[in-house]
């Protein structure tokens, strides 16, 4: 069983930054893959980004590359997003969820452990 937390969310201004983390219980963080998701009112849970277990592979979706960079301490269970020159398209809850698989993927219906998400904000 494995327990994710997100915080790092927050309001920002457009072509502003924020830092999303994802801490993880349990001692088989580094075997997992893991992805981060968002939600914006109305809307389906689209996928963001994603890592391999071991870091070496990085997934993004289209709107976010360039801008979003996923990196992960397996010493200290936690994944990150590191979110640049945020856009008010950007605003959503976003999710970190957990796969027990080495290899990331994109689609949320692989992953099986979620966090309760963070609240994104980008004023315009």
């Known amino acids: 069983q494995v327990q994710l937390v997100e915080s790092g969310g927050g309001l920002v201004q457009a072509g502003g930054s924020l830092r999303l983390s994802c801490a993880a219980s349990g001692r088989t963080f580094s075997s997992y893959a893991m992805g981060w998701f968002r939600q914006a009112p109305g809307k389906e849970r689209e996928f963001v980004a994603a890592?391999?277990?071991?870091?070496?592979?990085?997934y993004y979706a289209d709107s976010v590359k360039g801008r979003f960079t996923i990196s992960r301490d397996n010493a200290k269970n936690t994944v990150y997003l590191q979110m640049n020159s945020l856009k008010p398209e950007d605003t959503a809850v976003y999710y970190c969820?957990?796969?027990?698989?080495?290899?990331?993927?994109?689609?949320?219906?692989?992953?099986?452990?979620w966090g309760q998400g963070t609240q994104v904000t980008v004023s315009s």
């Open positions: 969820a957990g796969r027990g698989s080495y290899y990331a993927s994109t689609e949320t219906t692989k992953y099986d452990y």
């Open positions: 890592i391999s277990w071991s870091g070496g592979s990085t």
